[in-house]
C-alpha cells in the first residue's frame, strides 16, 4: 500500500503542475489573441506576409491546443485586463480602415476605449457584480459603437452593405435579389453572394432603421446573451460560484467587443456576428437537453453563409448532437434556401457558387493563396488548397469522432477548421477570420465538467443498457 505522505505529495504536485501548464496556456492564448486580432486590424486593406504568417501561427497554436487539450480553467489575475487595455492600445496605435471620419471616428474609438478601461478596472478584481457590470458595459458600449459607426458613415462604400440594403428592399416588394442588378455597388453589380436568410435576418434593420447594421447590432446583442446563457451551470458540471459564472461571459464578450478591428466589422456591415449568434444559441440548446430544437439557430446560420457547411460533418460524428440531427439540420437549411433556388435554379447557383468559384482573387486577401499569386505568380491548384481543407476536416472528424469532446472543444474544431480552409482561399478578410476567434472567445464560457461526466447532452435520458451497473452484495 503507498503511503499517505506520498499520495499528499503526489496530488499536491499534480495540482501545482496543472495550475502552471494552465497559466502558461492562458498567457500564450492572450499573446496570440492580441497578435491575431493586431494584425487583422492591419489588414484591411493590404496585404502583407507577416499578417499570413501570424495568422498561420495562430492555426497552429490552436492546432497544438486543440491536440494536447489543455483546459484553460484559471488564469493570472492580471491576464484579461492587461488583454483588454492591450486591444484598446492596438485600436489606437495600428492603421484602422473606416469611412467615419472627424468626430463620429473620435466618438467611437472614445467609446471603445471607454469600455476597454472600464471592464479592466472591473475585472482587475472580479467579483460577481463587477463581472456582470463589466459585461452590461461592453453590451451598451458595443451598441453605442454599432448606433455611431450607422448615423456617422449613413452610406459606406462597400459592395456587401450595398447588396444587402437593396436586397432587402427587394424581399419587401416580394422580388428575387437573386434576379437584380445593384446600383452604385463599388464591387459586385449583378450578384448577391450571401444565401437567402442573410437578407431575411437582416432585412428588419432596413426596414425599421433605414440600414441593416441595425440588425446586426441586433444580433450582436443575441450573441452576447448566448454567450452568457451558455456561461450558466448545468447538471453534470464542475461545482462553481456566481463570481465565476459571471466572470466566464464577462471575458469573452468584453475581449469581443473591444477586439482589434471591431469598428471596421461594424462599419463595412460584415455578418459574421450574426453567424455566431446562431452557432451559440445552438451551443446553448444542445447543453439545456435541448438538441433537435438546437437545429433550427444552426440551421439559420447555415442557410446565410455557405462555408459553415463545413460543420455538419463534424456533427455527424459528434454523438451528443448525432447523425440524425446532423442531416436534419442540412435538411431544413435546404427547406429555408428552397424558395429562393426554385424561383431560378440558374441565378440562384450563379450567384452563390459558379461565380464565387470562378471570382478573380482578391490582392488584399492574406491567404497563402494570395501570397504564391501575388510573390510568386503561382495559381495554386484545387488539389493543394483541396488537401489543406479536407485535411483539417479529416483530421478534426477523426478526433472528434475517437474522444467525443465537451462542447467547449467542439467549437476550437469548428474554428480551427474555417481558420484552415480561410487561409489557403482566394478571398479572406478580416470577418472570416473574425469568426474562428469568437467561436474561440465563446468556447471559455462553457463550465467545465465534472470529472466522469461525457459529452451527452445535459438531459439526456440514459437507457437502461447506458446506465452504471449496481452492486448486488
Partial sequence: MRSTAADLTSR?????????????????????????????????????????????????????????RTEIRSAPPWLVPVVLLASVAITWAVPLFSYLRGGSLTAALTVLT???????????????????????????????????????????????????????DALARGENFYDMNWTN???????????????????????IGGDVRWAIAFWSVVLFAGIWALAKPRPGDEPTTACATALRAAIPVTVLVVA????????????EPLLAAGIVWWAVLVRRGHAWWAIVPL??????????????????LWQPFGARRAVATGALTGVLIAPWFLASPSDFVHDTITLLVGFHPIRFANTWYLWFLNEHGIT????????????????????????????DELLR????????????????????????????AISLAVPAQARGTNSRPIGHKMRASEAEPRSTS
Fill in 299 to 316: 440551421a439559420l446560420a447555415c442557410a446565410s453563409k455557405q462555408h459553415l457547411a463545413l460543420l455538419l460533418p463534424l456533427l455527424l
Fill in 12 to 68: 499536491t504536485t499534480r495540482i501545482t503542475r496543472s495550475f502552471a501548464t494552465t497559466g502558461y496556456a492562458a498567457c500564450a492564448l492572450a499573446a496570440l489573441w492580441l497578435a491575431y486580432l493586431g494584425v487583422l486590424q492591419w489588414s484591411v486593406v493590404r496585404f502583407r506576409f507577416s499578417i499570413v504568417l501570424t495568422l498561420t501561427v495562430g492555426a497552429i497554436g490552436l492546432g497544438v491546443w486543440l491536440w494536447r
Fill in 185 to 207: 455597388s463599388p464591387g459586385i453589380q449583378d450578384a448577391f453572394t450571401y444565401l437567402p436568410w442573410t437578407t431575411v435576418l437582416l432585412a428588419p434593420g432596413r426596414w
Fill in 114 to 168: 471607454v469600455v476597454g478601461v472600464g471592464a479592466a478596472g472591473l475585472l482587475a478584481a472580479p467579483t460577481a457584480a463587477r463581472s456582470r457590470a463589466a459585461y452590461l458595459l461592453a453590451v451598451v458600449g458595443h451598441v453605442a459603437t454599432a448606433a455611431i459607426a450607422t448615423i456617422g458613415d449613413p452610406a459606406p462604400r462597400i459592395d456587401v452593405w450595398v447588396t444587402l440594403q437593396q436586397a432587402s
Fill in 380 to 407: 495554386l491548384p484545387f488539389w493543394i488548397t483541396g488537401l489543406v481543407v479536407f485535411g483539417a476536416l479529416g483530421v478534426a472528424a477523426w478526433l472528434i469522432h475517437r474522444r467525443q469532446p465537451a462542447i
Fill in 260 to 271: 482589434p478591428g471591431t469598428l471596421t466589422q461594424i462599419d463595412q456591415a460584415w455578418t
Fill in 413 to 440: 474544431w469548428f474554428a480551427f477548421v474555417l481558420l484552415a480552409a480561410n487561409l489557403v482561399n482566394k478571398q479572406a478578410f478580416y470577418n472570416q477570420y473574425w469568426l474562428s476567434a469568437a467561436l474561440v
